[in-house]
């Protein structure tokens, strides 16, 4: 099945820019979605993007962060002014089963998940 991998992590200061890369190993159109979880948190919503290229964001990154993705299959998540409390683990998750149409921030509606890419706002 797909797998996905996620890259651009690091360390980033506060108010500058990171670019975080999703790589799936094969073409898809599902909806997917960036989740993050901090030290001693649930996990929780970032931003999706679906088939047709709707997004949707949390209210604590909306303006600052962008996901897209392009022709080929790759899902980015442009980073801009980030804030120490961005500081997460990161992951990329995808939904095949056409299910997160109803809850797009629900982590247990996504069913196929990378590895995560650590985010460090200092």
């Known amino acids: 099945h797909v797998q996905l991998v996620e890259s651009g992590g690091g360390s980033v200061q506060a108010g500058g820019s990171l670019r975080l890369t999703c790589e799936p190993s094969?073409?898809?159109?599902?909806?997917m979605g960036w989740f993050r979880q901090a030290h001693g948190k649930e996990r929780e919503g970032v931003a999706s993007i679906d088939s047709i290229g709707i997004t949707n964001y949390a209210d604590s990154v909306r303006g600052r962060f962008t996901i897209s993705r392009d022709s080929a299959k790759t899902v980015y998540l442009q980073m801009n002014d980030p804030k120490v409390e961005d500081t997460a683990m990161y992951y990329c998750a995808i939904d095949t089963l056409n299910r997160a149409y109803t809850g797009w921030s629900q982590a247990r509606l996504y069913n196929i998940w990378g590895q995560g890419t650590q985010v460090t706002v200092s």
């Open positions: 094969e073409y898809v159109s599902d909806c």
